[in-house]
């Protein structure tokens, strides 16, 4: 019943998309290019495919080349416009996603605004840390702006070609708009990928000769504490059958929960809607939880985007706080893509900061 209801709201939702992005196509709405190498990065459907961890991946990657900024719109932050992001900022003020990329890489420019175009002309307009190359978090279908390389991720467990768009589905634009994407990758992916699996891939996707297609997977890392400064143990999972507590607060968390359930002795688990924003209720729910556990002396452990909203938490019990950790989270290619990946990537941004530099010793000349 409820699909029947769904479909006509999700054909209307469908006609505007097709139309907005006419408009784009046949040059009707404005789109901005930049002297400046861009890379955007996103997808066509809602959350978890693991747009932060690849940014991260990009900028490690690219910091050794070139001067990195990223620019996202700091999604359910309670600001407003354009707004540099530091250490010390809180999720609510630029949200969790570019606060996450800030503290892990701090020499970095990472900046929020919900307006790319003005973003990137902020961004330019600062000669002293004015960028070579930025990054666009979660921008696929923010077409005001035309990135140089335009990444587009999809969840190898969600395939989308079985998806319906909003609100009947999780697609926000129908599968032919991968035509827009010069490198497809698929997420999450398990170790190994066998060659009919891929090959059915291949032919799902139908690559266009500009595309390219690879496989990446996550890695999870050993538990940091949210509150370091109150932590007094760190848990070793490895070691022995911890008690735990699960706390997740995001789109997809079906493949944190099976990675928990293999490392630890699941005994509870909290699950919020994603980028759930803390409330008082909700830390008298962990903290109550966690007392009511007590006997077999369990952890909480959360995902790392989650922490950065959870840090807010500064009422939560000390003994609460000092037990409370998030599992770190990196991508890695399968099958040694990574360096054809590292390769269009570095090159890309290579060759363009050259034109852009080659241009401004122009104008110089010129003026």
Not at 54 to 79: D, I, N, Q
Not at 224 to 252: C, H, W, Y
Not at 313 to 329: H, S, T
Request: hydrophobic share 35%; with cysteine; proline share 6%.
């Amino acid at each position: 019943m409820l699909k029947l209801l769904l479909y006509p709201l999700s054909i209307i939702y469908g006609v505007v998309v097709y139309i907005r992005n006419n408009f784009y196509d046949y040059k009707i709405f404005k789109s901005t290019e930049f002297e400046i190498p861009v890379i955007s990065i996103g997808n066509i459907t809602v959350g978890g495919t693991g747009k932060t961890p690849h940014t991260e991946f990009l900028v490690a990657l690219l910091k050794k080349h070139a001067k990195v900024a990223t620019l996202s719109r700091g999604y359910k932050r309670k600001t407003k416009g354009f707004q540099l992001v530091e250490t010390s900022s809180t999720a609510r003020e630029v949200g969790d996603e570019a606060l996450q990329v800030k503290q892990k890489y701090p020499e970095v420019t990472v900046a929020v605004d919900e307006n790319r175009v003005h973003g990137i002309n902020k961004l330019l307009k600062d000669e002293e840390n004015s960028p070579d190359v930025i990054l666009l978090d979660d921008a696929y279908q923010h077409r005001r702006v035309n990135p140089g390389i335009n990444i587009l991720l999809i969840d190898y467990n969600r395939p989308i070609n079985e998806d319906h768009l909003l609100p009947l589905g999780r697609l926000r634009e129908r599968k032919y708009q991968r035509r827009r994407a010069n490198v497809i990758i698929y997420t999450k992916c398990p170790d190994e990928i066998t060659p009919i699996t891929r090959r059915i891939i291949m032919k799902d996707v139908n690559l266009r000769p500009y595309q390219s297609l690879y496989f990446t997977r996550m890695e999870y890392g050993t538990p940091l504490p949210v509150f370091p400064e109150m932590a007094t143990n760190i848990p070793d999972l490895d070691q022995k059958r911890q008690s735990a507590i699960l706390l997740s607060g995001i789109a997809n968390p079906e493949q944190f929960q099976k990675y928990l359930g293999t490392k630890v002795k699941l005994v509870d688990e909290l699950i919020f809607g994603d980028h759930h924003q803390f409330k008082p209720k909700d830390w008298q729910l962990i903290t109550s939880t966690f007392n009511k556990h007590q006997e077999q002396k369990p952890i909480i452990i959360t995902t790392e985007k989650d922490a950065m909203r959870l840090r807010d938490g500064d009422n939560l019990p000390p003994e609460v706080q000092e037990n409370l950790f998030y599992i770190p989270l990196k991508i890695k290619f399968l099958d040694h893509e990574g360096k054809s990946f590292e390769k269009k990537i570095v090159g890309y941004v290579k060759d363009n900061r050259s034109n852009r530099e080659l241009h401004k010793r122009t104008n110089k000349r010129t003026s």
